[in-house]
């Protein structure tokens, strides 16, 4: 059967309205970044995983090269002898340490503790980011591309632990909605819409 025909001059119904994302903000200010997420803001001192994080949240549901994300460039060849089992528990025990002390340091509005405290944490990231290779396996030599995985998965992991620490809606929503690995993604289940902006720079 045919459908009938509206008569004319009938004003048809407007389309329904497509539902929006939710919003945020990730931009880099000075030497730091503003996020914006869930009706709040916050400031963030820099680090190399918001740099990932912002390449990611940028471009939702596709997948980016480790490599990609470190600069594309050599990020080392062969090491030396990787760190044994107890050294990688003792610093991962001060992680979770120097985490714990940048939290108390910012509830008590100790800015200077709180930034010489992120400094070791980055420090630290970044030598077991050099210690060990894919999975987390411990390992005496690695490629380019198994650094750089292993380098970003540590510093995306600590980027969002922080923002966790001050955000915590925030937090959940990355850690559920980041993956990380060769290939890195950002797959969230609801969509967002993100403002990214700022210079990607590296810190030293």
Do not use: M
């Not at 596709?62 to 003792?90: F, N, Q, S």
């Not at 030598?127 to 411990?138: I, K, P």
Request: a neutral charge.
């Amino acid at each position: 059967e045919r459908l009938a025909e509206p008569a004319r001059g009938a004003a048809l119904a407007p389309p329904p309205e497509r539902p929006r994302g939710a919003e945020g903000a990730l931009l880099r200010a000075g030497d730091g970044w503003t996020v914006r997420f869930g009706g709040r803001s916050l400031q963030v001192r820099a680090l190399k995983g918001l740099e990932d994080l912002a390449v990611l949240l940028a471009q939702p549901e596709h997948e980016v090269h480790c490599l990609e994300l470190i600069g594309g460039g050599d990020v080392g060849g062969d090491t030396g002898p990787a760190i044994d089992a107890k050294a990688r528990r003792a610093y991962e025990a001060r992680i979770r340490e120097l985490q714990g002390d940048i939290d108390r340091a910012r509830d008590a509005n100790d800015l200077g503790r709180a930034e010489r405290a992120e400094a070791e944490l980055d420090a630290l990231v970044s030598q077991l980011a050099d210690a060990f290779g894919l999975g987390g396996r411990t390992r005496a030599k690695g490629s380019a591309a198994e650094r750089a995985r292993s380098a970003v998965t540590w510093r995306v992991r600590a980027a969002i632990q922080r923002l966790g620490a001050l955000h915590p809606e925030l937090g959940r929503h990355l850690a559920n909605a980041v993956r990380t690995g060769t290939w890195c993604s950002y797959r969230p289940e609801a969509p967002v819409v993100w403002e990214i902006g700022g210079d990607r720079r590296s810190e030293p």
